[in-house]
């Protein structure tokens, strides 16, 4: 699997920072940068949008890497 793990949660900086008023955030931890395409385009990624997108005003998406949390696959 890809993915290493999801968490949602209620953004705790409301206020503080300009956000434009989103008020939570979603997290998909994968096992390497090179899995992004292969998330991006999957079958539940897609459901996942299709089923969230009617909810939500407006959304942004941000993509990085964070060494702290790259997975060795051996």
Same mark, same amino acid.
């Given at each position: 699997a890809i993915v290493v793990d %999801?968490?949602?949660g209620q953004i #705790? +900086?409301?206020g503080n920072? @300009? +956000?434009d008023g989103y008020q939570t955030g %979603?997290?998909?931890?994968?096992i390497n940068s090179e899995s992004? @395409? %292969?998330y991006s385009s999957s079958e539940e990624h #897609?459901?996942?949008?299709a089923v969230l997108k009617p909810h939500l005003q407006s959304a942004i998406a941000?993509?990085?890497?964070?060494p702290r949390y790259i997975i060795s696959e051996e």
């Open positions: %999801i968490t949602c #705790l +900086n409301e920072y @300009p +956000n %979603i997290v998909v931890r994968l992004l @395409p %292969i #897609l459901a996942a949008l941000v993509d990085y890497v964070s």
